[in-house]
């Protein structure tokens, strides 16, 4: 596996169970050592405000709090689709503490040179 790890996620709370694989497989990557950023998408971009991520997918499902925790907790970052972001007119300010507003350049850039391994959700 690349040292690196992009988790595409276009699906918001509309899809908990969705969502919530996305930040097990960060999180698993994390745990591994590798470095992890998750592009968030369309109504994904709701996760970037603080307390958004509050969900149980299903019966035995883990609590998204604490897997959004845990995440951010371990190093995972969060990037931010700017146009996701602006057309749902949410304000910057309140972006919780590991995001960050980045397009497709800044994904990009994020990966730099490196081998990565694409998930996408």
């Known amino acids: 596996m690349a ?10 709370l509309e899809d908990s169970e969705r969502v919530t694989v996305a930040f097990l497989v960060g999180g ?15 109504e994904a971009v709701r996760l970037a405000l603080p307390g958004h991520a509050l969900a149980v997918a299903c019966d035995g499902c883990p609590p998204l709090d604490r897997l959004f925790e845990q995440y951010a907790a ?17 304000d910057e300010s309140s ?27």
Request: glycine share 8%.
């Open 3 to 12: 040292d690196k790890v992009l988790i595409n996620l276009a699906t918001g």
């Open 28 to 42: 698993a990557a994390l745990e591994r050592g590798r470095k992890v950023a998750i592009w968030l998408t369309k």
């Open 74 to 90: 371990a190093g995972g970052e969060l990037l931010v689709c700017p146009i996701c972001w602006n057309a749902r007119k949410l």
């Open 95 to 121: 972006l919780v503490a590991n995001a960050r507003i980045a397009g497709a350049t800044p994904m990009f850039d994020w990966i730099g040179d490196d081998d990565v391994t694409v998930f996408s959700y």
